[in-house]
């Protein structure tokens, strides 16, 4: 058991964990922080995106022990009072189907959107979608996903 | 996954008394790779030892013409270095076509390289370069380095901590990628120098990465796309599966060494 | 009325998603929760000589583990196959016995054989490794078309030669003598390659057994809740259905494959009554692959002929189709009805014939994914066309207009009567929105940075709103596959809409409050859409085939027509005016040509109160209804895909791909166009990317993504998109269904696009840059890029 401290959606979450403990499992099982989910055992389907430091990671590849003093921030932290841009530009341009990967389609859309905004460089439709490498939709066809993101890079 | 012990020490003393006090240790760098291998129970160590906590270890400074990059420095932070940038654009493009942005976030080039995965990308750039690679003990040659598929040179209980590389005249690296997993295909990364050509090929051999005579004679000649056709390229030690046969990855080869020496000027 | 039919009202239900408040079934805990991992076979075939579970029941935290037999002896049924096909010579099909979880002998990589319970997902998963079972290894055989051949291995005593029908449909005679008269034959093998349908949410159920009442409750991924309950009553003998609730909550896509009911749901019920405890199991992604149903998997000979002027005489098509270790639940539908009857594509064609082989192999069930039978059909017709034009030196558009179809009904010589469309307008609107005019220069210029750009076209119809249930009775089918709604007028005047329809992504809880809202003109928010649990909605079939539109929500209008009645006789009776008088607008009951009106809300509290009703009348307003379609319908359309190919590593960009669809009328534009958009991309990835691969010995070879290729953002392109209506005349909204089109039109397009740009007709789905090149090198560059 290591005993772990992280602030995970502004709040301290804190807990003895196993040393094999994800962060996806920490978070869904032992927060209860069910919008993290988990779609492929490889580390490519993207659906358990959330941010670590301000940085995207996936949270099925992360060792909650390893994350002592980090902030971590879920699709669930994300409305404060009022939707995150990105949501609002997910549901505006019906960014989402069965909704299963869209927590992870927005944490990657908000944590690309930043890295561009601080590099000064223009997030073209091409760079989304070269982007997003790391998140597998099978409903949209990314078609709406690539607005949305466009969308919500104009607005954030 | 299997239970595991996590360590998380604070200098390399503490790590390798970690590693001699364990059944089996694995160092975890970056986890993108060994967290997968553990998930699907490919891999069972007794203990993993963090050495993101160790002080310089994700450090990347520059000191006349070579870079020193910290083997915990992930592979967002080698692409987005301005050191790096300086000594050697092409490994910095390398690393930001690593995986997709969340891995780049979390994997590192020390874990990268001790893996030593046939298809990971570091291996290709590292060889091409000449680069050297600092452990707790030694320096080792990029050359002497990679001995095989998963294979290397450490020895048990040995950490790399950073890794040397010098500007090379000219470098690109192009890569094919695996249509599923991304992971390469082939890689060809070309690097000119002092000494000639050396083109380090990943993602094909059998054996993992190598050097190709045949391409770094025909370039050390002639720096050109056009010097690439005239070699052959053998099909003989490359791997064959679903996507690629030996023949088709020999041909990439060679397509993927034009582009790079186009890329690189 | 801006909510009503034809307005893009964003979803009601994405709020919860993009929170992260979905509630998917592995997000669910139960009190006394224990979970469940399966022990399954590493071999594709062998006999199972013993069980050792004395290690894993050693182990702490392990709670018990159970197997095949001891489940059959409590007398679990085996799965069923849905629908009895007969072979040609009339014989019943011979398909193998399935036990929930294997008695004597596996069949495929990844039979469950044990299921382990223990108060971990961990541990369970661990414990599960620790059993220890002794097989005898038998040969095995993976190919359909190997397993046909003499001395394959056997998979069932009682199917010889792993055949499990030899079907028809059509006149032989005929078609061979329309062939025999043809001035051209075209003549194409095709493999139809064998997908896995990976809806993002993997498999999960939890199980929880009340011994107090001998109740069971299931959560699960389910798209059809109902005929779970049904199927796990009736022949799974779990339970008698008024003690077996099952509920799907929000469900993460399911494009056929979360129709059937697997074997773990069944043995986790079964399991949680042996334990006490609540049993949850939720797949991971490898499991899922050799799990999940996988699709397509056919092998095809296909020959048309053509008069001197072009026009089709003749079209005769052998099929093998694989149909895996057992059959599931819609798998001997699929390539027979679901095949056989889409045949005649767009076109007038009087003879037509199709023979189809069904086939045990050592793999996953095959049955229905996103389409079934009708890519399969389409791929076959439109491979065809466009390779007859290019042999007979014609415009692959102009050979498809000689044989349009163009008056309806229009009955083909494999069952259906079309009943509707117009392919002449969906091609040239496909044509237009997609510049074909201008292609050849668009040809030219990728010439000039050494790319081949290819063209190609597959105009589709398919079969939707399956289906008439005496139709389909008579064809085999177990159940009728009409559907049930309940509309529930409240006193306060707002209402809930109890659906046998389930969405996992469709966005009915949006659709389906639209079609509710356009009739009585009440806001969307005070309609709510009710799914998915048993015990809430009396009955129903579920989602798949495109079905939602055309007859979930047909069901909601007739039970919308009986409370439109009692309204306005409570009306009429109220503002004493007949009732022929009374008409309902913007939320208000009214007298024509008076000023004389109720608000809707009154006349939702003079029915529940019942102080002033017609003499006779009960009080309430809920009233429920069961719509039985009487045709199916039919969906068609014009799809063009543009490619460009880089020669030296034969790698396929999709540069442009335009759809022009009729559905019929449209409901919510923004969700049918989302539901193309996915569609066409599934068609995408089984076209140039996905397939399932087995070795020789029925080892799965693509067991992950790192082998398995899901169609990622960079490998499609934004879609261009355009429509063409004609109205469904068989059923009231004039709906045809959107779910599925996208993937049974696109494939063709996609493969005559490259066939055309690399000038080598001689390729396989999925292309890969492997095969693109190695097609090239058969044929050598075309001119253009020289």
């Keep these: ?156 | 996954m299997y239970a595991v012990n996590y360590h998380k020490p604070a200098s390399i003393e503490d790590a390798v008394a970690a590693i001699g006090g364990a059944d089996e240790a694995k160092i975890l760098a970056g986890g993108q790779t060994l967290l997968p291998t553990m998930k699907q129970h490919l891999a069972a160590p007794s203990d993993v030892i963090d050495i993101r906590g160790i002080g310089g270890m994700t450090d990347i400074a520059v000191r006349g013409d070579t870079v020193t990059i910290g083997a915990a420095a992930t592979h967002a932070a080698v692409a987005g270095s301005n050191e790096v940038g300086s000594v050697c654009p092409a490994l910095a493009a390398l690393a930001a076509g690593i995986g997709d942005p969340a891995v780049r976030h979390m994997g590192t080039i020390g874990g990268s390289i001790a893996n030593n995965d046939p298809a990971a990308d570091y291996p290709a750039g590292l060889l091409a370069l000449g680069a050297t690679i600092v452990t707790n003990n030694r320096e080792i040659a990029a050359d002497e380095f990679f001995t095989g598929m998963f294979t290397t040179a450490l020895e048990d209980g040995e950490i790399i901590t950073a890794i040397n590389v010098s500007a090379p005249g000219k470098a690109a690296y192009a890569k094919f990628r695996n249509p599923a997993s991304r992971y390469a295909m082939v890689g060809v990364f070309v690097a000119k120098t002092g000494d000639g050509a050396r083109v380090a090929v990943t993602g094909a051999g059998e054996d993992g990465v190598f050097r190709h005579d045949g391409l770094e004679q025909a370039l050390g000649t002639n720096w050109s796309p056009d010097a690439v056709d005239a070699v052959a390229v053998s099909a003989d030690g490359l791997m064959s599966d679903i996507h690629a046969s030996a023949d088709y990855r020999a041909h990439l080869i060679k397509v993927m060494a034009k582009r790079a020496v186009a890329a690189a000027g | 009325m801006s909510e009503g039919i034809g307005a893009a009202v964003k979803r009601k239900e994405d709020k919860r998603f993009i929170t992260g408040r979905g509630k998917y079934t592995d997000d669910i805990r139960m009190e006394n929760q224990a979970y469940g991992a399966f022990v399954r076979s590493p071999h594709a075939h062998a006999e199972i000589r013993g069980i050792d579970a004395t290690a894993a029941l050693a182990m702490e935290g392990v709670i018990a583990v159970h197997t095949g037999p001891e489940l059959k002896e409590d007398g679990i049924g085996d799965i069923i196959t849905g629908w009895a096909i007969h072979s040609k010579d009339g014989n019943p099909m011979n398909v193998g016995a399935w036990n929930p979880m294997a008695t004597a002998r596996v069949r495929h990589v990844g039979e469950p054989v044990a299921i382990v319970i223990a108060e971990s997902q961990a541990l369970a998963r661990l414990a599960a490794e620790a059993v220890e079972v002794d097989y005898e290894e038998l040969p095995a055989v993976a190919a359909a078309t190997r397993a046909l051949e003499d001395g394959a291995p056997l998979l069932h005593d009682n199917v010889p030669g792993n055949l499990i029908f030899d079907w028809e449909i059509g006149d032989e005679a005929a078609a061979d003598a329309g062939l025999a008269g043809a001035a051209h034959i075209t003549e194409l093998d095709i493999v139809n390659n064998r997908l896995a349908p990976n809806a993002i949410e993997p498999r999960s159920a939890i199980a929880v057994y009340n011994d107090i009442d001998d109740h069971y409750t299931l959560y699960t991924t389910s798209q059809n809740p109902h005929v779970a309950r049904l199927v796990l009553s009736a022949f799974y003998n779990v339970a008698p259905e008024h003690k077996l609730r099952v509920i799907a909550p929000d469900v993460g896509g399911g494009f056929g494959s979360k129709i059937y009911i697997y074997p773990e749901e069944i043995t986790c019920l079964w399991a949680s009554m042996k334990t006490g405890r609540s049993v949850k199991w939720t797949s991971d992604r490898s499991e899922a692959f050799m799990t999940d149903a996988h699709a397509r998997d056919h092998v095809t000979k296909a020959r048309m002929g053509f008069d001197a002027d072009g026009k089709i005489v003749g079209l005769k098509v052998n099929t093998v189709a694989n149909i895996g270790a057992y059959a599931s639940l819609f798998a001997t539908a699929t390539p027979t009805y679901l095949y056989g009857t889409l045949l005649s594509g767009q076109y007038d064609i009087t003879n037509v014939y199709c023979d189809v082989k069904a086939v045990h192999t050592n793999t996953v069930p095959v049955d229905a994914y996103r389409g079934a039978g009708r890519p399969e059909a389409t791929f076959v017709m439109e491979r065809l066309m466009e390779t007859a034009a290019r042999e007979m030196g014609m415009d692959p558009a102009e050979l498809r207009r000689r044989n349009f179809i163009t008056e309806f009904p229009h009955q083909t010589p494999v069952i259906m009567t079309y009943d509707s469309g117009d392919f002449h307008a969906l091609l040239e609107k496909g044509q237009a929105a997609a510049d074909v005019a201008g292609f050849a220069a668009r040809k030219a210029e990728a010439a000039s940075r050494g790319k081949l750009r290819g063209i190609g076209y597959s105009c589709y119809i398919e079969a939707c709103g399956i289906a008439p249930s005496k139709a389909v009775g008579s064809l085999g089918a177990g159940v009728g596959l009409w559907e049930s709604a309940e509309v529930r007028v409240n006193p306060v005047g707002t209402i809930e809409i109890l659906t046998g329809s389930h969405a996992h992504g469709q966005g009915h809880e949006t659709t389906f409050a639209q079609v509710v809202s356009d009739r009585f003109g009440l806001p969307m928010d005070n309609i709510t859409i009710v799914h998915g649990d048993t015990d809430k909605v009396q009955m129903g079939m579920g989602t798949y085939g495109s079905r939602s539109g055309a007859v979930g929500m047909n069901a909601i209008v007739k039970a919308m027509d009986k409370v439109e009645a009692k309204v306005k006789k409570i009306a009429a009776h109220t503002l004493e005016a007949s009732e022929d008088d009374i008409v309902i607008e913007d939320g208000e009951v009214k007298v024509a040509g008076t000023d004389k009106k109720m608000a809707w809300h009154e006349v939702g509290l003079a029915a529940y109160t019942a102080h002033n009703l017609p003499d006779g009348m009960e009080p309430g307003l809920k009233e429920g209804a069961f719509y039985d379609p009487t045709n199916f319908t039919f969906p068609s359309g014009t799809y063009i895909c543009e490619v460009e190919v880089d020669p030296e590593t034969g790698v396929v960009e999709i540069v442009q791909f335009t759809a022009a669809d009729d559905f019929g009328t449209v409901i919510n534009p923004m969700i049918v166009e989302g539901q193309v958009h996915g569609g066409v991309t599934q068609g995408i990835g089984q076209a140039l990317l996905e397939n399932v691969v087995y070795d020789e010995d029925g080892q799965l070879i693509t067991g992950s993504y790192m082998d398995y290729c899901m169609p990622r953002a960079d490998d499609v392109p934004s879609y261009v998109l355009e429509h063409s209506t004609t109205v469904a005349p068989s059923n009231p909204l004039g709906v045809k269904g959107c779910g599925e089109a996208g993937a049974i039109g696109s494939p063709p397009a996609v493969i005559n696009a490259i066939t055309d740009a690399i000038g080598n007709n001689n390729l396989t789905m999925p292309a890969t840059p492997q095969k693109v090149w190695a097609a090239i090198q058969e044929v050598g560059l075309p001119q253009a890029a020289e």
Excluded: W
């Design chain 1, 1 to 156: 058991m290591t005993s772990v401290t992280m602030t995970v959606n502004g709040k301290a979450a804190s807990g003895d964990v196993p040393g094999e403990t994800l962060l996806s499992d920490f978070l869904r099982e032992h927060l209860r922080l069910t919008g993290t989910h988990v779609g492929c055992d490889t580390s490519q389907c993207g659906a358990c995106v959330v941010h670590v430091d301000g940085k995207a990671v996936k949270s099925c590849t992360v060792l909650a022990a390893s994350l002592d003093g980090a902030e971590v921030t879920t699709v669930e932290g994300l409305a404060n009072g009022e939707l995150h841009p990105m949501q609002v530009a997910f549901n505006e341009n019906h960014g989402l189907q069965c909704g299963f990967c869209t927590p992870g389609m927005i944490m990657s859309g908000i944590d690309m959107i930043n890295r561009y905004k601080a590099e000064g460089k223009e997030l073209t439709d091409d760079a989304i979608r070269h982007e997003l490498e790391g998140n597998i939709c099978r409903c949209t066809g990314y078609h709406n996903i690539v607005r949305s993101i466009k969308d919500a890079a104009a607005s954030m």
